[in-house]
Nanobody, 120 residues
Framework: QVQLVESGGGLVEPGGSLKLSCAAS????????MAWYRQAPGNERELVAR???????DYGDAVKGRFTISRDNAKKTWYLQMNSLKPEDTAVYYC??????????????WGQGTQVTVSS
């Protein structure tokens, strides 16, 4: 069974930094796309950053220049380095992966979410 587990969320002051991790486990054969989304109360879930298997990267407009997505294929883990955090970055952050596993082909999977709160 495939699982995505996020870690690294928490409380940080404005201007601070956090690094989120998403570890994929299970009988994974191939990961196509990895991404981070976020959802603040009352808002729709939005794309934060995405990296494809050919290293194409996209960022949401609100985080360009401040956040960086990266991955470690050997560890089946991807990361979101968040710098210069603002109160409006406060949200639940979800990792996303489109992958193939022993019993599934090219399917989307979501992590459980991790809370990021930016406040003084």
């Amino acid at each position: 069974q495939v699982q995505l587990v996020e870690s690294g969320g928490g409380l940080v002051e404005p201007g601070g930094s956090l690094k989120l991790s998403c570890a994929a486990s299970g009988s994974i054969r191939y990961i196509y796309n990895m991404a981070w989304y976020r959802q603040a109360p009352g808002n729709e879930r939005e794309l934060v950053a995405r990296i494809t298997n050919d290293d194409s990267i996209d960022y949401g407009d609100a985080v360009k220049g401040r956040f960086t997505i990266s991955r470690d294929n050997a560890k089946k883990t991807w990361y979101l380095q968040m710098n210069s955090l603002k109160p409006e970055d406060t949200a639940v952050y979800y990792c996303f992966g489109r992958l193939s596993a022993m019993t599934s082909l090219n399917k989307p999977y979501w992590g459980q979410g991790t809370q990021v709160t930016v406040s003084s």
